[in-house]
């Protein structure tokens, strides 16, 4: 057999080498970082940060989804093992399942003055960090629809999305089984923060039909953007900031709140075990935090920003931007948008296991 | 009359270069895409003509970093194999023992393995072990995988040849070492090239066990799979592009080469 | 077939050589020597150790018994690489990787000697391949490959050159034209030659001296002419040449000859051609030694005759092959040629085969042996082939 | 005649040498030797981790990965991973089938006329079938994505001569996987098999026709039976790879195209099911396995590797 | 070498057909008749167009131009398995991966014949294979695998079985016996053979019809004893078999004869075997027809001879060939049986060397051209080999 994967923090310790060696490793998902409009190798953030701070940073967009990325570092993180990567992104539920397995490490929050002041009252406190010291919020957004305008006419729903006949086979869905599924509950009219397990099977059972008529495409991670950017896919389910940054290089790209409702997320900034550079992850969350930088980031990724102070900043830069709600949500948008209800591992197990057998792996 | 007994012999050379159309039509792509100035980084379309590409190949540096390791780990990869390689496909091909048999199936199970499962293994006994996964665990891996298709191809050239020839050369005062240098190797030698240019293209092109063995170490493939995600920079098809012309003039060049040692066309019997 | 008592310094002997793969003897118990400078020949049919013998000489198999020695040099176990003998082989073995030039050069090369050039161009001028130092093996002609092949031996000045059966790929033509090189070269260079081949002809057109072996033992060794006109046993008599052989017994003696009765007739052979004096025999004629005759007449006084009557008859140009049925029931076969002064025969004809007494031989006889004709140029020679 | 009675000693006598006069007792050991550092290589880096696997395949299937797993001998895996994807196992060998077939079709012309055909140009074909390997498969996949794309001209092409219907589509497709496999894994049939038909004498194949047999005859009783060694290697080398090929359905297809090969990506990266996953990978194994045997039986070519 | 006006049913004939590969032409202008049943020799040196004419009749090559006729047929354009003829190929192309039986039943399976068993074993017990069934090719030995191949080919009854030198890749023992083999098959079973050999021996002993091909063309035709006694050209004379060709003049006849002059000597040869009667000649002399004498005094009434020395003697067992330098410098090629009638001579005795002029015969000759003399047995026949 193997041993549990469970670690401590006296089992795993970490070692910070910050002090001798001024570099960070950081992966990330795609579209989650500001690109020069000219220079596309350049990121006018990060670029910031390293000349405030002398710390060389190697940036990677080396996660598309949650489950592959877990899958990636799982083994070294269950061996105690360093993953080469010092700070990551990652969701709530997989944020709450790597602190729960003891694989990250603690922030030390004093070096967190920014983080401190500026953090959003209402991502403070959570269930699976409830003194903020393990994760801290990158970004949220919402998981919706989205379409390309050229190649297909405006969608509103997602049952227009699983039956449409003219996007047959033109649609993808995210193989992130908690936006996918949210939405569908959704659509049956249930509420994806608390629903029952039959709940589930009915919008699985209409999952599965439109699988199984071939409507849908393929589950994709963060990679539906290019395909849908190129209008091989005509619409899918998909993440707010990215059809936002699509729609300014090609305007019928479009991002939908469907009437049913949206999922409310977040993604989190950490450190995982044996990551050799805590310190100067710390001063990179901390430089993320200054209203300023989190307008800078925010222009560009239209994600929902957790910093308090960057709307009054992005403002500056761009007034439409600030008022856009998809970035900064109203009252309306908040109402309308759910956040997927705490699984345990029981619960997760079971559900995620009938959703990969519906999406055919 | 005769343009159907012409027809009859010389259709299969039709049909062959179809099919060869048929290998290179995504090449021509890939080569096309290299010239391209897409439109948006999203973008896989031809869009404008531009050489930009070429004269830049290294737009960003994790790619060429990924191309400069991918060939780094097909170089230590194809020299470790090749050796392992050849070295078995003697013993296999010139000397009986106990076991043999045995061997054959060691050899032979590999290449009857899917990548994935040899993949998903090797990474649990690393783990297990403690190895930290990163370029020399993606080395040990395509030795692994490479090793097999060494000996098979060594060993079908090995048990070709005349052992004739060795007879001779110690007739003629070579000793053993002698005669493996200047006779043997020499005529296993296009066999050796042979296998080790496979091997290369073998691990060059590795994606499935590279990915389980890689830790946080990208390969070319690796960072096309990624950058397939979340659009590719148009200079990977310049890579792409190059890696077909090398091999082609690599090949080419090792053929030429033979062909003007063994000198040329065999006269016609007297 | 035992060792010469006087040897000179560079002959090659062997002594009891043997050699058995498992259960098989290929070589058995050999004892030969080759003077120094002789062209010997070495025939035998199918796997009667030919190869293994000169292998053997060559170092690339090791004896089983016995010993190889070059004057008084014992080399039987030392490798292949380090005695001064060298082989021609069958298929050549040209290096196909190496031109001509190299070719000859390799053993040169191997000896540590820099300078080839001369001699190797002197050798490939020797058997006329100048001009061919940059060409490979794969473009040569057949005879050109056997060329080089002895040119890559001879470069080396071995003491002893061994060539198997170097001529056995090539088509009669060319064969015959490598015979008359291979002689001159030969001549030409001293070496003690030790000849492997299956053609009898060959055998006795090239070599001083001619060793007859079967099943892994000599049978006769001497002068071709010897050999021919006066064979030790019934497998010499009938591999190296043709006989017609009559079985028979001695049935006495007179003066210098000895008598034989066969079917009924008398027939005297000179006791000096005899290898037996008493019991079962077989007499030997060679097909080229009986004479036909129209009527038993005309037979010369002193000639000895058997009547019968012609089967077939061959045409072969140089001469006419004829099969005599005797009276007796067995067949002989007359080679008459076409000189133009003999008479034809037409078959169904009955006629006289006569011949010279001192041309006859006499050997030992198996009491269950019967006799043997001499196959004519065009029959088949055993019944299973 | 002076000859050189004695020789320089060629120094250093390597162990690598292989000596072709058998001389008893003195290679002994070589053999194995020379064996050794392969294949200890491959004992320790394929077998051990493949019993490895075979253990995780009878974990308990309640493990966790913060509980662990423990080795209890669950045989039930095995049926339970067929139930849950047998559709997927069929679809395997059933499209690595098809590819197989289309790509006999193809690649044996290939190999053919660049074997017997090509006189001069031999070399150079011949390369043309290598070097595409050098192009990495996943660029070549996406430019098959590209070609196939619904807006792509070969889609427009095959709508305009109707062979298409107005919305049909290549791409996510099973024939997009197919095409994908069959493209990908060619030239590890057209190798062998080139082999194989370089050796053919042309004299068999006149003397074919004299006897009687017409072209299609001849191919069929002398051609096809002669090149069976390349055949069998060939096919054997396209096909297992290609019935454990994921990324052709994962990039071509959609998962109703998706083949066991994606289920043990899940199972072993997205699910974390080591037990399934492991079970799946034996019994893709052993099913190739059986496929080969079977095939290797009837091809009567037992030594063909 | 014109078409024969009366044909029957069953020949193979050839008109006009030319062959050109390139700028080369291989066979040109080929007019042939083979009369059905017979046994038909083609002869010629290497490369003057034999196997590319054996192939059109295969259909295995197109004619460039020109027709292949069978009986009245035309089958010049009829593909190679339409054709009732077969081939035996020199390297005889057995299907290795048949087993003998399956080998021999290929041409009947291909035409559809269910039962083969019969007909399949009755070929091979002619060419005495029973029991080797299921033996495969690379088990058997070269001259087994040769008489598959007959068998193979024979099982189909064609009208015109094809040899491209079958025999050649077999060593000289091998041949002899396939080559009476083979005979006796064709006159078992009549049908036309075809029969390409490089070997004149061979082809005289076996063909009714010889035809001595020479760069795409036919020089002579005919009965084998009829081309070897009266040889049509100088080609021919030293192709098929061995000529002393004196070059000299006519200068005038007498009766039946005419008279030549050639280095101040007089010699006569009959008309009647004569192919000029005026101007430039070779007197040819076959060498087993030159005789030798001590002294001109012992030569024969009404022989003609020339006197010289010996200068080489080569006994090979059957015969003594002497090399005999003649006054005016060139040199005569004799052979003598050693029938152990005739004298022994010793290089550097003189000679004098006689002949019956019936067996001398008269060719045409071009005014350059010098003496041939007939290659010795182990001579070298050219210079550049
Ligand atoms: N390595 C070996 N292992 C077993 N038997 C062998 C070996 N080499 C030769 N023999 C056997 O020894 C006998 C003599 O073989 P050898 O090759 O010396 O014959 P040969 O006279 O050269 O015959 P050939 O004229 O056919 O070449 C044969 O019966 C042969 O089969
Ligand atoms: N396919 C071909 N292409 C070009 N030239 C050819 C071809 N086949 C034969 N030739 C040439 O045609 C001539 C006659 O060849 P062919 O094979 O008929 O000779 P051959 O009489 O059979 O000779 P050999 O006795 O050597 O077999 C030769 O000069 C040969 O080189
Ligand atoms: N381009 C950045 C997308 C980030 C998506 N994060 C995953 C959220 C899952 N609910
Ligand atoms: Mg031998
Ligand atoms: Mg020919």
Known sequence: ?361 | ?270 | ?385 | MSAPAHVPTASGEQPASPAPAARPGRHRFLPYLLLLPGAAWLFLFFVVPLVQLAAASLYDPAGSLSTGYALTWSFDNYPAALQAYWPQFGRSFWYAGIALVLALLMGYPLAYAIAQKAGRWKHLLLVCVIAPMFTSFLLRTLAWKTILSDNGWLVGLLRDVHLLGPDGRLLATPVAVVLGLTYNFLPFLVLPLYASLERLDRRLLEASSDLYASPLKTFRRVTLPLSMPGLTAGTLLFFIPATGDYLNAELLGTPNEYMIGNVIDSAFLVRLDYPQGAALSFLLMSAILAVVFGYLRNAGTRDVL
């Open chain 3, 1 to 385: 077939m035992t060792v010469d008592p006087q040897t000179s310094a560079g002959d090659l002997r062997l002594a009891h050589l043997t050699k058995t793969f498992g259960a098989l003897t290929a070589v058995e118990e050999l004892d030969l020597t080759v003077p120094q400078g002789s062209f010997f020949a070495l025939l035998g049919a199918s796997g009667c150790g030919k190869t293994t013998t000169l292998r053997m000489v060559a170092g690339l198999e090791e004896p089983t018994r016995g010993r190889v020695l070059l004057g008084d040099r014992d080399i039987t176990r030392l490798r292949p690489y380090k005695r001064p003998v060298n082989t021609v082989f069958q298929s050549y073995a040209l290096f196909p990787h190496l031109d001509v030039f190299e070719n000859v050069a390799f053993g040169l090369r191997r000896r540590g000697i820099r300078s080839v050039d001369g001699q190797v161009r002197r050798m490939l001028s020797l058997v006329q391949l100048d001009g061919y130092e940059r060409h490979h093996p794969a473009q040569l002609s057949g005879g050109q490959q056997q060329r080089v092949a002895l040119a890559r031996a001879l470069v080396n000045h071995p003491q002893v050159l061994l060539l198997d059966e170097p001529l056995g790929a090539l088509d009669v033509k060319l064969r015959r034209r490598m015979q008359l090189e291979l002689k001159r070269i030969q001549t030409e260079v001293g070496i003690t030659f030790v000849h492997v081949t299956h053609d009898q002809e060959e055998a006795m057109t090239m070599a001083d001296t001619v060793a007859v072996m079967n099943a892994g033992r000599i049978e006769q060794l001497g002068a071709p002419a010897e050999i021919y006109e006066f064979p030790a046993t019934a497998f010499v008599a009938t591999f190296l040449g043709q006989s017609n052989l009559i079985a028979g017994d001695v049935s006495g003696g007179n003066g210098g000859d000895l008598l034989v009765t066969a079917y009924g007739t008398r027939f005297s052979v000179p006791s000096a051609r005899s290898r037996a004096d008493q019991g079962p025999v077989l007499l030997g004629v060679r097909p080229e030694k009986l004479r036909l005759a129209a009527a038993a007449g005309q037979v010369p006084a002193g000639h000895q005759h058997v009547e019968g009557s012609i089967t077939d008859a061959f045409y072969v140009g140089v001469s006419t092959q004829y099969l005599l049925r005797t009276g007796w029931g067995t067949e002989l076969s007359v080679f008459v040629a076409n000189s133009g002064a003999q008479e034809r025969f037409a078959v169904g004809e009955r006629v006289v085969a006569h011949w010279d007494p001192r041309h006859a031989f006499l050997l030992g006889r198996q009491v269950d042996e019967d006799d043997r004709t001499a196959p004519m140029r065009h029959e088949p020679v055993g019944a299973s082939w």
């Open chain 2, 1 to 270: 009359m005769r343009i159907s007994r012409w027809l009859a012999e010389h259709w299969v050379l039709g049909v062959a270069l179809l099919v060869l159309g048929y290998l290179f039509l995504p090449i021509a792509v890939v080569a096309a895409l290299s010239f391209n100035r897409p439109s948006s980084r999203l973008s896989y379309d031809f869009n404008e003509f531009t050489l930009d590409n070429w004269r830049n190949p290294c737009a960003t540096s994790e790619m060429c970093e990924a191309v400069l390791r991918s060939v780094q780990i097909g170089f230590l990869a194809t020299v470790v194999a090749t050796v392992l390689g050849t070295v078995m496909a003697f013993a296999l091909a010139r000397h009986r023992f106990r076991g043999r048999s045995g061997l054959n199936v060691l050899i032979f199970l590999p290449m009857a393995t899917p990548e994935l499962v040899m993949g998903t293994s090797l990474l649990a006994l690393f783990v297990s072990g403690g190895v930290p996964l990163g370029f020399w665990t993606i080395v040990i891996a395509h030795v692994m995988f490479c090793v097999s298709f060494v000996v098979v191809t060594v060993k079908a050239r090995l048990t070709g040849m005349d052992g004739r020839l060795e007879e001779a050369a110690m007739d003629l005062y070579a000793g053993e070492w002698q005669t493996f240098r200047r006779i043997t190797l020499p005529l296993v030698l296009p066999g050796i090239v042979a296998a080790a240019l496979l091997a290369f293209s073998l691990s060059f092109d590795d994606f499935i066990v590279t990915n389980f063995n890689s830790g946080t170490t990208v390969t070319f493939p690796m960072y096309v799979w990624g950058a397939a995600q979340r659009g590719i920079p148009p200079q990977v098809n310049v890579i792409g592009t190059a890696m077909f012309g090398v091999a082609l003039l690599l090949v080419l060049a090792t053929s030429l080469a033979h062909r003007a040692r063994a000198g040329g066309q065999r006269r016609p019997a007297p």
């Open chain 1, 1 to 361: 057999g193997t041993p549990a994967a469970q670690q401590t923090e006296e089992g795993c310790v970490s070692e910070d080498l910050s002090g001798a060696e001024r570099t960070l490793a950081f992966s990330n998902w795609p579209q989650y970082m500001d690109v020069d409009e000219d220079d596309e190798s350049r990121r006018p953030s990060l670029d910031g940060f390293v000349s405030r701070t002398g710390i060389q940073v190697t940036y990677t967009e080396d996660i598309n989804d949650n489950n592959e990325f877990f899958g990636k570092v799982q083994n070294q993180l269950a061996a105690c093992q360093s993953t080469g990567r010092d700070i990551m992104v990652l969701t709530d539920w997989m944020t709450a399942r790597m602190i729960r397995l003891g694989w990250i490490q603690k922030l030390d929050r004093s070096k967190l003055p920014n983080v401190e002041a500026n953090l959003l009252p209402s991502l403070r406190n959570r269930p699976f960090d409830t003194e903020d010291q393990y994760a801290i919020p990158w970004q949220s957004g919402l998981a919706g629809l989205a379409y390309n305008g050229r190649v297909t006419g405006e969608i509103r729903t997602v049952d227009e999305l699983l039956t449409r006949p003219d996007l047959k086979g033109r649609v993808t869905a995210l193989s992130e089984m908690r936006d996918t599924m949210g939405l569908l509950l959704m659509s049956n009219g249930h509420d994806p923060t608390d629903f029952t397990a039959a709940q589930f099977d009915d919008a699985l059972t209409k999952l599965r039909r439109a699988v199984d008529s071939g409507q849908i495409r393929r589950f994709t991670g963060n990679d539906y953007a290019p395909d849908l950017a190129k209008g091989d896919i005509a619409a899918c389910v998909g993440w707010s900031g990215d059809i936002i940054q699509l729609g300014f290089e090609d305007e019928r790209i479009k991002f939908v709140v469907p009437e049913s409702g949206v999922l409310l997320w977040s993604d989190n900034l950490l450190v995982p075990n044996r990551a050799g550079h805590k310190a100067n992850a710390e001063e990179l969350i901390n430089y993320y935090y200054d209203p300023t930088v989190a307008a800078q980031l925010a222009a560009y990724v239209n994600y929902i920003c957790p910093v308090q102070g960057a709307q009054a900043e992005l403002e500056k830069i761009d007034p439409e931007l600030a008022a856009n709600p998809l970035i900064f949500p109203d009252e309306a948008m908040l109402a309308k948008a759910k956040v997927f209800m705490a699984l345990d591992e029981q619960q997760e197990r079971e559900y995620e296991t009938k959703f990969q057998q519906v999406i055919g792996a």
